[in-house]
């Protein structure tokens, strides 16, 4: 197989998270007196991490003069709620599944704080994904490669032999700027579109399709 190791993106790519952040987002401005967001105004927010989210969602972000105390409130709101509503989309576990049978390697790298990556991969995803990467201090978030590049030297991986999954420009950005092959998905916070747009070298529209695709490589 030309890649046995597949780091995985977590919003948007293995899990629906969009009604769980936007209620976190429009809890906060509730409580603050802002005006509330639509869902998907939120996920349009969402794909550069939680901070970047609510600079997107508070008017003037970190201008606003209460932006810390708002963030910090949502950090807390978000991480105890994280899973109200929030699930795997069809067919990603069994995607995941089938690439455990097949001995390949996985991760889920997140510009997500650590402490809720951590807690969604144990609920959904522990039995095929060891580890889980979140927003980590000194390490530069995505799009710059530094979090992709750990993951993959914990895991013993190349990157020769390894293939992003995202949904996002953020992650087609992260895997150019780590020099690796990646695959975007359709069914995430994007859409078919706009990552055509993008001008993105490989979607898929079903998680059975990175499957076919692993298969496809291994054959050359």
Known sequence: MKYDTVIFDLDGTLLNTIDDLADGVNYCMRKFGLKEHSVDQVRQFVGNGIRKLMERAI???????????????????????????????????????TLKDKNVKMAIVSNKNMDAVRELNEIYFSEYISLAVGDTAGVRRK????SVLH???????????????????????????????YVLVSWGFRGREYLEKLGASCIIDQPEELISMLEIAKEK
């Open 143 to 146: 799009p710059y490669p530094d």
């Open 59 to 97: 008017p003037g972000g970190e201008t606003h003069p209460e932006f810390e105390t708002i963030f910090e409130t949502f950090k807390e709101y978000y991480t105890a709620h994280c899973r109200i509503k929030t699930k795997a989309y069809p067919g990603i576990e069994e995607m995941l599944k």
């Open 151 to 181: 993951a993959m030297q914990l895991l013993d991986s190349r990157k020769e032999h390894t293939v992003y999954v995202g949904d996002s420009e953020v992650d087609k950005e992260t895997a150019e700027n780590a020099g690796m092959d």
